[in-house]
């Protein structure tokens, strides 16, 4: 597993993160459509994931030993879209059909459709349980493939998302980690006012995870949160990241309604400048 790069390399993921921002926005505003505030909030995490942490290889997509990664909440899926365009698993000119009729981009990743897509998404409080049985199916095999699913904090209403944390820790899956991108705002409000999760450090200890709280957007962090997870033996692993829902964008951050909302060209034109300037 690669450690935590030079300075020099960490900055050059700030900058990739700063130019996928650009990227995202511009799906949504072409797109008339997406998910904006959800598909910021993960962005940092993503290209950490696809840039230094996961094994893969987009000319071999297949590979049975290669890491999987589950977007679970996938309704911010316009950011895997630019990571994975970025990464070389199709040309980033594809991603200006994104939720056109008949592309492979569609609004909810598919991984019928879209190269690198592992799982198909959306319906939330399914990933982690498909994670679970994918991690179990690498440790069965004994191979050496690694399993990550980011989920949302609000998708931890879910039942299911408990079961399948209960089922990971009993068949001891240290080969998979859940991030939850704890960005505290869900579809109609925020998220301790819907379904308060505090103390969630301490609730995912009890299932027997190994836990970590990070901040989200600090790249640093992030890497040296994921190399750790090599340390915790056979416990999965937790990475709990705090986020900001639209990080980046000033009119966004932190805005319940950005959850839903669609760029106009007002908006588009402020946050290119806002980006571009950072």
Same mark, same amino acid.
């Given at each position: 597993?690669?450690?935590?790069?030079?300075?020099?390399?960490?900055?050059?993921?700030?900058?990739?993160?700063?130019?996928?921002?650009?990227?995202?926005?511009?799906?949504?505003?072409?797109?008339?459509?997406?998910?904006?505030?959800?598909?910021?909030?993960?962005?940092?995490?993503?290209?950490?994931?696809?840039?230094?942490?996961?094994?893969?290889?987009?000319?071999?997509?297949?590979?049975?030993?290669?890491?999987?990664?589950?977007?679970?909440?996938?309704?911010?899926?316009? /950011? @895997?879209? !630019?990571? &994975?365009? #970025? *990464?070389?698993?199709?040309?980033?000119?594809?991603?200006?059909?994104?939720?056109? +009729?008949?592309?492979?981009?569609?609004?909810?990743?598919?991984?019928?459709?879209?190269?690198?897509?592992?799982?198909?998404?959306?319906?939330?409080?399914?990933?982690?349980?498909?994670?679970?049985?994918? /991690? @179990?199916? !690498?440790? &069965?095999? #004994? *191979?050496?493939?690694?399993?990550?699913?980011?989920?949302?904090?609000?998708?931890? +209403?879910?039942?299911?998302?408990?079961?399948?944390?209960?089922?990971?820790?009993?068949?001891?899956?240290?080969?998979?980690?859940?991030?939850?991108?704890?960005?505290?705002?869900?579809?109609?409000?925020?998220?301790?006012?819907?379904?308060?999760? #505090?103390?969630?450090?301490?609730?995912?200890?009890?299932?027997?995870?190994?836990?970590?709280?990070?901040?989200?957007?600090?790249?640093?962090?992030?890497?040296?949160?994921?190399?750790?997870?090599?340390?915790?033996?056979?416990?999965?692993?937790?990475?709990?990241?705090?986020?900001?829902?639209?990080?980046?964008?000033?009119?966004?951050?932190?805005?319940?309604?950005?959850?839903?909302?669609?760029?106009?060209?007002?908006?588009?034109?402020?946050?290119?400048?806002?980006?571009?300037?950072?």
């Amino acid at each position: 597993m690669a450690g935590i790069p030079a300075a020099q390399a960490v900055e050059g993921l700030r900058a990739l993160s700063r130019q996928m921002r650009e990227d995202v926005f511009t799906i949504a505003y072409r797109a008339k459509s997406g998910h904006l505030g959800s598909a910021f909030s993960v962005i940092d995490l993503l290209v950490c994931l696809y840039f230094h942490h996961l094994r893969l290889k987009p000319e071999k997509p297949d590979d049975p030993d290669r890491d999987r990664f589950i977007l679970s909440k996938g309704h911010g899926c316009s /950011a @895997l879209y !630019a990571v &994975l365009a #970025e *990464r070389g698993f199709f040309p980033k000119d594809d991603l200006a059909t994104c939720t056109k +009729d008949g592309n492979r981009f569609p609004g909810h990743p598919s991984s019928t459709l879209t190269p690198g897509v592992e799982a198909s998404t959306g319906s939330l409080g399914h990933g982690l349980g498909v994670g679970v049985g994918m /991690a @179990l199916a !690498a440790k &069965l095999d #004994e *191979r050496p493939s690694r399993t990550v699913v980011m989920v949302s904090d609000g998708e931890c +209403d879910e039942g299911s998302t408990w079961e399948a944390m209960l089922a990971a820790s009993h068949w001891k899956l240290g080969g998979l980690t859940c991030i939850i991108d704890y960005n505290k705002i869900q579809s109609f409000g925020r998220v301790s006012e819907i379904m308060e999760l #505090e103390p969630f450090a301490d609730k995912w200890r009890a299932f027997g995870w190994h836990v970590q709280e990070i901040d989200g957007h600090d790249h640093e962090q992030i890497l040296a949160s994921l190399a750790a997870t090599s340390l915790a033996g056979s416990r999965p692993h937790a990475i709990i990241a705090h986020t900001v829902k639209g990080k980046g964008v000033s009119f966004m951050e932190d805005a319940v309604g950005w959850h839903y909302w669609t760029p106009q060209e007002e908006h588009y034109k402020q946050a290119m400048a806002e980006l571009r300037s950072c």
